[in-house]
Nanobody, 126 residues
Framework: QVQLVESGGGLVQAGDSLRLSCAASGRTFRNYAMGWFRQAPGKERELITAISRSGGSAHYADSVKGRFTISRDNAKNTVYLQMNSLKPEDTAVYYC???????????????????WGQGTQVTVSS
């Protein structure tokens, strides 16, 4: 498995931007499709975005489409989540996840990821 460490969370105001980072180690990062999940209090964890091994394709949940952007730098073994126009309902613990993939495609919704980070808290005040 690959080890993942998220960073960049914090407390921001509605309308602000924040960028999360997830540093990977232990395996060949470019062989892994990556995703970002979030879990708000009292709610189930949801996949909000996923990206292919090369970074050439991605998909987004409707709740973040147009506001959030996932990207990756395979030379730095890092995946990013740029979050713009943040809303109070974006408040959650954000997790990055990795799944080994033989294909250069994002992991589709509903499929499992094998490796997880510890999460980073994002709080958006109104």
């Amino acid at each position: 498995q690959v080890q993942l460490v998220e960073s960049g969370g914090g407390l921001v105001q509605a309308g602000d931007s924040l960028r999360l980072s997830c540093a990977a180690s232990g395996r060949t990062f470019r062989n892994y499709a990556m995703g970002w999940f979030r879990q708000a209090p009292g709610k189930e964890r949801e996949l909000i975005t996923a990206i292919s091994r090369s970074g050439g394709s991605a998909h987004y949940a409707d709740s973040v489409k147009g506001r959030f952007t996932i990207s990756r730098d395979n030379a730095k073994n890092t995946v990013y989540l740029q979050m713009n126009s943040l809303k109070p309902e974006d408040t959650a613990v954000y997790y990055c996840a990795a799944e080994y993939s033989d294909f250069d495609l994002p992991v589709p919704p509903g499929r499992r990821f094998g490796s997880w980070g510890q999460g980073t808290q994002v709080t958006v005040s109104s």
